[in-house]
């Protein structure tokens, strides 16, 4: 078996461009050393290896459509991910995948979509953005919500700016605090779904970001007529195999990184209140 | 009904209130206007309005000396600021600032807790109205302290 073909073996790949998009987070562009990349689903993630420290699950940040390399965006909260969020240009590292479910794009095509990101949960979801936005004729209103610390904590700010210049598109940012130069809202993100005008019945609720944040936004979207079965939401959970195997990432009878990372919310809501799991 | 009462009926606050109680209540109203900057209320201040926001937004600050104010919310069309009318000793414990031209319907709290004393249905109405906003509010500030997008809180 080679190692293209072994889920086990990571594949040699370079960081190509590095963005640095806040004083933690790093998006890295990482182009394959053998072979051409894989395609892969907006909501998928990789689980990339920083030599001599370890291996963690990242989602893919990039836009699905293009061919040439994968974008990730790391947060350094640890060992690992400090590792990767800190490397340069030119440095290599070990990557397989792609792993995991993919955002309802294609089921929402024909319906509005709501877009509510959390912190470093926008990353997972911008290439579901992309997507969205590459198509915009075929959904009705799109609406994107982000919520984050404070305005030094804005992802992807220069394309933030050009998303809010489209008129096809509704954007809101809120961040938990700040200081008087601000001038955009302050509070929580579930608190912008009941200002947004999109039909209820006919909306695909994508959402992702820590799991409180995601629990107070479904029942928000719930409150304001979204039914569960219309809401996805994207799960984290500590990875090894990340195809099934170990039994890691295990959430009630799911495995996070086969049955997941993208799942339905009336199918694990239960779940997320408790505590042990 | 007269201009007043109708503009505080429309306003999603007072979403399904009776007739007779919104003329009772916009006995206790004025309209307002704050250009961009001006304050409603200042902390410490006699907390004797409630504001209906009709258009514009208005943060609530909080300020330690010597250290620039922090916004913890922002209201805007369609929400109320202030809840402290209700509670003794009726003092403000937040600055509230208009970040944008804002029109409010200012409705008196000393007048409003008045003909609530006298009325207890009107009471009763005025509290399933505001019970809802502090307790969400509370929810909110709870998400808030929680810092969820902190590094220890994943
Ligand atoms: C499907 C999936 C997709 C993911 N996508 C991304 C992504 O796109 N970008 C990204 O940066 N991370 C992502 N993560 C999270 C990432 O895998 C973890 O941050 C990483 O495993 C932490 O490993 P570490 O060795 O750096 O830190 P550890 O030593 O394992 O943890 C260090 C400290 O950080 C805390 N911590 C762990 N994870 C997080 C977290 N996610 N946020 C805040 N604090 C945390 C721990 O509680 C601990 O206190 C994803 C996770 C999964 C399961
Ligand atoms: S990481 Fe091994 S089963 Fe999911």
Redesign the interface.
């Known amino acids: 078996m080679t190692a293209a073909e072994d889920p086990f073996i990571p594949l040699p790949y370079c960081v190509g461009r590095v963005r640095r998009e806040t004083g ?1 987070t790093a998006s890295l562009e990482l182009l394959p050393l053998a072979g051409p990349r894989p395609s892969f689903k907006a909501g998928q993630f990789n689980m990339l290896t920083a030599f001599g420290v370890g291996e963690v699950a990242i989602s893919m940040s990039g836009d699905p459509a293009e061919t040439e390399g994968f974008v990730h965006t790391v947060r350094n ?1 640890g060992a690992v991910s400090g590792a990767l969020a800190r490397l340069e240009t030119g440095a290599a590292l070990g990557l397989r995948g792609p792993f995991g479910t993919a955002w309802p794009t294609e089921e929402a095509i024909g319906a509005d979509v709501l877009i509510v990101a ?3 949960g926008l990353a997972p979801l911008r290439p579901a953005i992309y997507e969205v936005l590459a198509r915009r004729e075929r959904y009705g209103r799109v609406v994107l919500l982000y ?3 404070s305005p030094r ?1 804005i992802l992807y700010r220069a394309e933030m700016g050009r998303w809010r210049r489209r008129l096809d598109v509704d954007i809101e940012i809120t961040v ?5 130069a ?7 993100v579930p ?1 912008l779904i009941p ?1 947004m005008s999109f039909d209820p019945q006919n909306t695909f609720a994508m959402v992702c ?2 799991e ?2 995601m629990r ?1 936004t479904a029942s928000a979207l719930h409150e304001a007529g979204v039914s569960f079965e219309r809401i996805w939401i994207s799960m ?1 959970r500590n990875m090894k195999c990340a195809i099934g195997l170990c039994g890691h990432c295990q959430f009630g009878p799911d495995f996070i990184c086969k049955d997941g990372p993208v799942m339905r919310y009336d199918r694990i809501a239960s779940l997320l209140a408790v505590r042990e799991i | 009904m007269e201009g007043l009462e109708r503009i505080v009926l429309a306003h999603p606050f007072f979403a399904g209130f009776e007739a007779e109680l919104g003329q009772v209540v916009s006995g206790c109203a004025r309209n307002l206007r704050f250009e961009t900057g001006q304050y409603l209320f200042r902390a410490g201040d006699e907390a004797n309005e409630i504001f209906l926001i009709r258009q514009g937004v208005v ?3 909080i300020a330690a000396p010597g250290q ?7 209201e ?1 069309e ?1 929400e109320i600021v202030g809840a402290a009318w209700m509670v003794p000793p009726y003092r403000w414990r937040f600055d509230a ?1 208009a ?1 944008s031209l804002t029109r409010a319907i200012g409705i008196d709290a000393r007048c409003l807790r008045e003909k609530c004393e006298a009325d207890d249905h009107l009471g009763y109405e005025m509290m399933k109205r505001f019970l809802p906003v502090v307790a969400r509010r509370l ?2 500030t709870r ?2 302290m ?6 220890q ?2």
């Not at chain 1, 938990?176 to 008087?180: E, I, R």
């Not at chain 1, 601000?182 to 929580?188: A, D, Q, R, S």
């Not at chain 2, 620039?68 to 922002?74: C, E, H």
């Not at chain 2, 929680?146 to 590094?151: A, E, H, N, S």
Request: hydrophobic share 30%; aromatic share 8%.
């Open positions: 933690d909260v959390g912190g470093l919520g984050t610390r904590d938990d605090h700040a200081d008087p601000w001038h955009g809202n302050v509070g929580v608190r200002r970001g820590p409180v944040m107070f984290e | 943060s609530i600050e620039k104010p922090t916004v913890f919310a922002t805007r369609g600032r970040t929810d909110e998400l808030q929680l810092d969820v997008y902190g590094k809180s994943a």
